[in-house]
């Protein structure tokens, strides 16, 4: 399985732009990048996944490197409830999903200071 | 909403019992679907990967007499965990997804706690 590399920790301030990096060197062409999150004691919280391109949704932006072995999650204003454990995963999904299934690595803690 | 449904969210039991989780997908079919387990400030950990209508595929060094796997519909997986033992105390949680190439949702997890 493709190894993500996230750094342990972040901190950020209440309302100003978080930048998560995600280096994922050894992609393959049909990995996908997702983007989850966990608070304490619930299921990790779909955040965002593209391919190539990338992509913005309501919670937050996913910049994609052009060589796809780096990504990085964006959030643009930071709020104390993002305050939470941000995993960046490869979900392979060649072969028509034979190996589409989801590898946890450790993730980043970010934390949100008022 | 939530899209995914497990139940319940924590249950104690005595060593020896066995515990059955419900994993259901509300608004959709899911072929698939995903086990973890989770440890006090550790990562996710994949159990197995549960497709309806066949046997589960157990990841490395999970035991699959310990832990039954049934996905008997589209939108039910059952995990029972058999002769529990304090050591099998964690934290599941199921996910599933529409299509292999779409976002994974995530049960809320269930407590496991045997004494």
């Known amino acids: 399985d493709a190894k993500t590399t996230q750094p342990n920790s972040m901190e950020s301030n209440e309302e100003e732009p978080v930048h998560l990096p995600c280096n994922h060197s050894?992609?393959?062409?049909?990995?996908?990048i997702h983007w989850y999150r966990q608070l304490p004691s619930q299921g990790p919280e779909y955040v965002i996944h593209?391919?190539?391109s990338n992509v913005n949704n309501r919670m937050a932006s996913l910049a994609i490197a052009e060589d796809r072995k780096s990504s990085t999650l964006i959030l643009h204003r930071a709020t104390l409830r993002d305050a939470a454990v941000y995993y960046c995963?490869?979900?392979?999904?060649?072969?028509?999903?034979?190996?589409?299934?989801?590898?946890f690595g450790t993730g980043t803690l970010l934390a949100v200071q008022p | 909403g939530a899209v995914v449904s497990q139940h319940p969210s924590w249950v104690i039991c005595k060593s020896g019992t066995s515990v059955k989780i419900e994993c259901r997908s509300l608004?959709?079919?899911?072929?698939?679907m995903f086990w973890y387990r989770q440890f006090p400030k550790q990562s996710l950990m994949l159990m197995a990967t549960?497709?309806?209508?066949?046997?589960?595929?157990?990841e490395q060094g999970v035991e699959k007499d310990k832990f039954l796997i049934n996905h008997a519909s589209l939108t039910l997986s059952t995990l029972t965990v058999t002769s529990a033992h304090p050591e099998d105390s964690s934290f599941y949680i199921c996910?599933?997804?529409?299509?292999?190439?779409?976002?994974?949702?995530f049960g809320n997890g269930t407590r496991l706690t045997v004494t």
């Open positions: 050894t992609i393959s062409g049909t990995d996908y």
């Open positions: 995963i490869l979900r392979d999904v060649g072969y028509g999903g034979a190996t589409n299934k989801l590898i």
């Open positions: 593209g391919l190539t």
């Open positions: 996910s599933a997804s529409f299509t292999y190439n779409s976002p994974l949702h």
């Open positions: 549960s497709n309806e209508g066949s046997k589960a595929t157990y």
């Open positions: 608004d959709f079919q899911a072929t698939t």
